[in-house]
């Protein structure tokens, strides 16, 4: 029983390490990684504590070797999903009572776990699974995860310390319960800080959880899960199930004690699950919580004051990165006249620059596309990029899927500003750039508020502070998280909350309180001390 108000450790973000030449964590993720890709797993169904092997199985494969085999993860059929929302109800009998400071416990715990015995291994899977080169599984699956994991703690406990005015009379106090029912987590391939956030931080507020990885991500969620285990979360509150997602889907929303999603994936998705939502509204217990970060069309805008070297190195950063599979990743750029050749050049010169393989080999700084589906889709749009005469390659355009899905960083022109890949979200090393007259700055801000139908994130580059003020007015609902002077990714948990709204979801800003305050359900306690006994007010006297 709890005895006291507790304070929470003070939250500091988790410093990246650099993995240079000789260093100790170089060693050891290159070691975890050898191993890794030396030996094969099998991923089970995790229901109710228990692992579960069904007997049909997917492979698994890295990215950048598809050939090779990392192992194969088991696929659920309707009874799992079933079995899985009768262990959440279940657990959730116990989870939800427990005081607190012990559910804060079991994640900070699992935070430490991260950041200590299991980083090698984590940044290693993430490696693998997913194709990031070191630094972007650090900042990832290690650095972002355990970010999530402490500053969730943080922000839980100041929200319970919300609490409204009492008086002498009466004495006000606000619990936050959990959800009625199941929350069901849906995460995506590009984050492992994410597949791992999005159950955890429904959990840590007191909800049990049915969770659905990615095909393309199972390999690292099954670390998180045995981070998870280690760390002391019972038995039920976070299953984890992989398969035909429209079934499990479909069989989650068909439960009556559904209460919740958390969602990362595509804009189409989301909107079908909405729909699906909606149809069933007369069947569920509560009206359900619909949490949702979806897709992107981020720019970059350059004025013909900015610092051209600062230009290039934000479309390098922000469009490059991690192959642009971020939600956050640049992939369409205005450039003024005046600034376009030297752009144009320090732009293909860092493009040259790059090298490109497996991120075992650190000095790749580009690896593969996740999968087949997206190599495919990119060749077609770089193809059409090639015949169509208002579009223009001026670096990259090749690709190559004998042994991996390599795609070249690629730079489009084009002399139209709604030109298909300045408007369709392609989640890839993809960038499209239209070059605007100097003298257009305004129009141009429209044109980039109604370009896309998405309003994720955006950068603006300028010196001239009226013109960085005139653009965050004009484009106050073109992105969520809007970036001054740099690139349009990189957001960190307690400095950046991150989410937009439009196309690309509910903006419930993962990464703050403001999305942990969606996994609760506010009950009001008045406590009169002095009950009346007499229903007559003075105005009724005569």
């Known amino acids: 029983m709890s005895t006291g108000f507790f304070e929470v450790p003070v939250a500091i973000n988790e410093p990246v390490k650099t993995y240079a030449p000789g260093t100790p964590e170089r060693d050891a993720v290159l070691k975890a990684y050898k191993e890794l890709y030396n030996s094969t797993v099998n991923v089970p169904l995790y229901i109710d504590g228990k692992k579960i092997e069904t007997g049909n199985t997917s492979p698994m494969s890295p990215p950048h070797e598809h050939k090779h085999k990392l192992g194969e993860y088991q696929l659920a059929e309707k009874k799992h999903i079933e079995a899985a929302i009768a262990a959440a109800l279940e657990a959730r009998k116990k989870w939800s009572q427990m005081p607190w400071e012990h559910r804060a416990g079991i994640f900070l715990k699992a935070a430490e776990l991260i950041q200590g015995p299991y980083r090698a291994k984590i940044n290693a899977a993430t490696m693998l699974a997913q194709s990031k080169n070191i630094y972007q599984a650090e900042i990832d699956s290690a ?4 970010d999530f994991l402490r500053f969730n703690v943080q922000y839980m406990s100041e929200i319970y310390a919300d609490q409204p005015e009492s008086t002498s009379a009466a004495w006000n106090r606000v619990e936050y319960r959990p959800l009625e029912g199941f929350v069901y987590a849906v995460t995506p391939f590009n984050f492992t800080a994410i ?3 999005l159950p955890a931080s429904a959990a840590l507020m007191g909800n049990t959880v049915v969770w659905k990885p990615s095909d393309s991500q199972v390999y690292s969620a099954q670390v998180i899960m045995e981070v998870f285990e280690e760390a002391g979360v019972p038995a039920g509150v976070i299953n984890m199930v992989m398969g035909d997602p429209e079934m499990i889907t479909n069989t989650v929303l068909d439960s009556p004690d559904f209460a919740g999603i958390h969602f990362t994936g595509s804009t189409t998705v989301f909107k079908g699950i909405w729909a699906k939502i909606g149809a069933n509204i007369h069947n569920y217990k509560t009206y359900p919580r619909i949490v949702g970060e979806t ?17 290039a190195t934000a479309i390098s950063r922000g469009a490059f990165e991690f192959q642009g599979q971020k939600c956050s990743a640049a992939s369409r750029v205005y450039i003024p006249k005046s600034m376009w050749s030297k752009v144009k050049d320090l732009v293909v010169k860092d493009i040259k620059s790059f090298k490109m393989g497996s991120p075992e080999d650190m000095s790749n700084f580009i690896t593969a ?5 997206s190599f495919n889709k990119l060749a077609k749009y770089i193809d059409q990029a090639k015949k169509d005469s208002n579009a223009e390659i ?14 070249e960083p690629t730079v489009i022109l084009t002399t139209d500003p709604k030109y298909t890949t300045m408007t369709t979200e392609l989640f890839g090393p993809v960038v499209t750039v239209y070059v605007y007259e100097d003298e257009k700055w305004s129009e141009t801000l429209k044109l980039v508020d109604t370009t896309s139908e998405y309003a994720l994130t955006g950068a603006v580059l300028a010196a001239d502070r009226y013109a960085i003020t005139e653009a965050t007015q004009a484009l106050q609902n073109a992105a969520g998280n809007f970036y001054i002077n740099d690139k349009p990714t990189g957001a960190v948990v307690g400095q950046q909350p991150f ?33 009346p006994t007499d229903y007559r007010y003075p105005f009724l006297g005569e």
């Not at 069309?297 to 230009?311: G, Y």
């Not at 596309?369 to 589906?373: A, D, M, Y």
């Not at 800003?509 to 008045?526: C, D, E, F, Q, T």
Request: aromatic share 8%.
């Open 143 to 146: 650095c972002e995860l355990i």
């Open 295 to 311: 897709g992107g069309k981020d720019f970059i805008l350059a004025h013909p004051t900015a610092n051209p070297q600062q230009v």
């Open 195 to 197: 597949a791992g956030n």
């Open 499 to 531: 989410g937009g709204a439009r196309a690309s979801g509910t903006n419930d800003k993962a990464g703050s309180a403001l999305n942990l305050l969606r996994w609760v359900s506010p009950r009001l306690i008045k406590e009169t001390f002095v009950t």
């Open 369 to 373: 596309v996740i999968h087949e589906g």
């Open 394 to 407: 001026i670096a990259g355009g090749n690709y190559d899927n004998s042994k991996g899905y390599f795609v």
